[in-house]
């Protein structure tokens, strides 16, 4: 039954702080849960240098996030670069997710590295653009939504031609896309409240040294439901694009 479903090829780009993988599991698993029990899924462990042969051989793609830094251009992930560039010029729905959104930026010619301004960790609101508004993933969705988001390393250019549909006060480049069915989005649609919490508590260290408060940054986590539904908007996307 599941040869009907569209094939969705999940690009697994590292895993999880130990701690938190042994409690709620790793990256590929909270996609698995955030997308449509309607698909057919199959995961390629892309920073062991596995990666699918041809993009046209999937009707949709996700690429996770990772603990690896783009800018730091490890062989495997210039060799899912690549990759990533063959789909968007085949067309396949694409979604990039942190280390994915940057990945998927540098693949086309963008510039990722640090960004200036340090991390940015915690529930935080993403305010989507004027051109968000037909976009065919982010159409309907409320104009400012709450995201959970960690990461150090931005894209800090966009690909020629990219179309910024998201933004906040910390990061100008939260969503974007490019061609007509590839997106990249700097925040984690897959994460749960209690995973962006058990985030907080792993980096609280870390997050002390920067001039954080982290059991602050712990008290202001919510829920994002908006952006958790995502991953259904992208789901109803790939069936969509593979019954047409």
């Known amino acids: 039954m599941s040869q009907s479903n569209p094939r969705v090829v999940i690009l697994k780009t590292g895993s999880t702080y130990p701690s938190i993988k042994e409690q709620f599991g790793d990256f590929d698993e909270w996609f698995v ?20 042969q041809d993009p046209a051989d999937w009707d ?3 690429v996770t996030g990772s603990p690896a830094m783009v800018s730091d251009r490890e062989p495997w992930s210039e060799q899912a670069a690549a990759w990533l560039a063959q789909a968007v010029q085949k067309a396949i ?4 997710v942190c280390y ?5 930026a540098h693949a086309l010619g963008g510039e990722v590295g640090y960004h200036p301004e340090g991390r940015e960790s915690g529930t935080r609101c993403v305010e989507l653009l004027h051109e968000a508004q037909d976009d065919p993933l982010f159409t309907g969705m409320p104009a400012s ?12 250019r966009l690909p020629a031609n990219a179309i910024l549909l998201g933004r906040n006060e910390f990061e100008p480049h939260q969503a974007f896309r490019v061609g007509r069915l590839a997106w990249g989005v700097q ?6 409240e209690a995973v962006m919490k058990a985030y907080l508590g792993v980096q609280a260290p870390d997050l002390e040294r920067e001039g954080f ?10 829920e994002a439901p908006e952006a958790a539904g995502l991953l259904e908007r992208f789901s109803a996307l790939v069936k969509k694009n593979t019954a047409d």
């Open 213 to 222: 408060d982290p059991q602050a940054m712990r008290d202001s986590v919510t």
């Open 145 to 156: 939504f709450r995201a959970q988001l960690t990461h150090k390393q931005s894209v800090l």
């Open 93 to 96: 729905p694409l979604l990039g």
């Open 187 to 192: 925040f984690h649609p897959e994460f749960s």
């Open 33 to 52: 849960q955030g997308l449509s029990p309607g698909l057919d899924i199959t995961v390629f462990d892309a920073e062991a240098g596995d990666l699918p």
């Open 60 to 62: 949709g793609i996700v």
């Open 100 to 104: 994915g959104h940057q990945l998927l």
